[in-house]
C-alpha cells in the first residue's frame, strides 16, 4: 500500500490526530514529487540486508545512518520534545527518513503555503528536499522507531552555531562564529524571512542536529541544547 497524505485543516487540535482537512481531498505521490518529496516503500524487518536499501544509500550517498526510538518510555520530557519536533523548519541539506516501526506525520508546505500531511508506516521511506518547511510529530499511538540517513562522515558531532538572515527570496547568509566568516545557500521553497534565526549545524556532515528545531532571535539561549550563541 502507497505512503498516505492529505491536505491538512486549520485545527489548533493536539497535532497527534489526523487533521484532514474538511474536502478529505488527499495528495498523490505524483503530486509529493512536485514537492520533491520521494518515497520507497521498503522490507523494515531486514534492513540490514536489504539490497534496495543498500541502491538507494549507494546512489545517492547515505553513508552514515542512526537509530532514533520515539515513545514516552524512552525519551525524556517527551510532550516538550514533540513540540520542538513540531516546530515548523528548514535544512539545508534533504532529510531522509525511514520508519521501521510504528507511526508518525511529517508536515510540508506546498507551493501555495498549504499543509500537506504525510502519515509514514514502517517500511516507508521518503526523502525531504532541502529547503523546504517542515515539521514532525508521531500520531495518536505514541511510538515511533526511525533510521537516520545522512551524506558525510560522522565521527563525531561538532555543534557550529550559525546566524541566519535573508538576502534575497530562496537566498541565506551564514555566519559562523566558529569560523568567524559568512557563507551563503541557495534553498528551494524558501518563504519570506524578516528576522534572524539561529540554528544548530552538525559538522561535517552539514545537517541540522536533532535538537535545532527552533528559531531564535540572535544571542538568545537556544530553548532545545541550553548553548549560547
Not at 515548523?88 to 507551493?111: A, N, P, T
Amino acid at each position: 500500500m502507497a505512503i498516505e497524505a492529505w491536505f491538512m485543516d486549520d485545527s489548533n487540535e493536539d497535532p497527534r490526530l489526523p487533521h484532514h482537512g474538511n474536502s478529505n481531498e488527499f495528495v498523490s505521490l505524483d503530486q509529493l514529487a512536485e514537492l520533491g518529496v520521494l518515497y520507497w516503500k521498503l522490507n523494515p524487518n531486514d534492513y540490514d540486508n536489504d539490497q534496495e536499501l543498500k541502491n538507494i544509500r549507494e546512489a545517492r550517498g547515505y553513508n552514515y545512518m542512526d537509530l532514533l526510538d520515539l515513545c514516552p518510555e524512552k525519551v525524556e520530557n517527551y510532550e516538550e520534545k514533540l513540540k520542538n519536533f513540531y516546530t515548523e523548519h528548514i535544512h539545508q541539506d534533504e532529510e531522509i527518513r525511514y520508519c521501521l516501526e510504528g507511526c508518525g506525520y511529517f508536515d510540508v508546505r506546498d507551493k501555495n503555503d498549504r499543509w500537506v500531511r504525510i502519515w509514514i508506516k514502517a517500511g516507508d521511506l521518503i526523502i525531504l528536499p532541502a529547503g523546504i518547511y517542515h515539521r514532525f510529530t508521531l500520531d495518536t499511538s505514541n511510538y515511533v522507531k526511525l533510521m537516520r540517513l545522512f551524506k558525510g562522515e560522522c565521527g563525531r558531532h561538532i555543534i557550529d552555531h550559525r546566524k541566519i538572515t535573508l538576502l534575497e527570496r530562496n537566498t541565506l547568509r551564514f555566519y559562523s562564529k566558529t569560523d568567524q566568516a559568512w557563507d551563503e545557500v541557495v534553498l528551494n521553497n524558501l518563504k519570506s524571512i524578516s528576522k534572524c534565526y539561529v540554528i544548530c549545524y552538525v559538522v561535517p556532515k552539514k545537517t541540522l542536529c536533532q535538537c535545532s528545531y527552533l528559531s531564535g532571535i540572535s544571542e538568545n539561549v537556544c530553548d532545545s541544547c541550553d548553548l549560547e550563541h
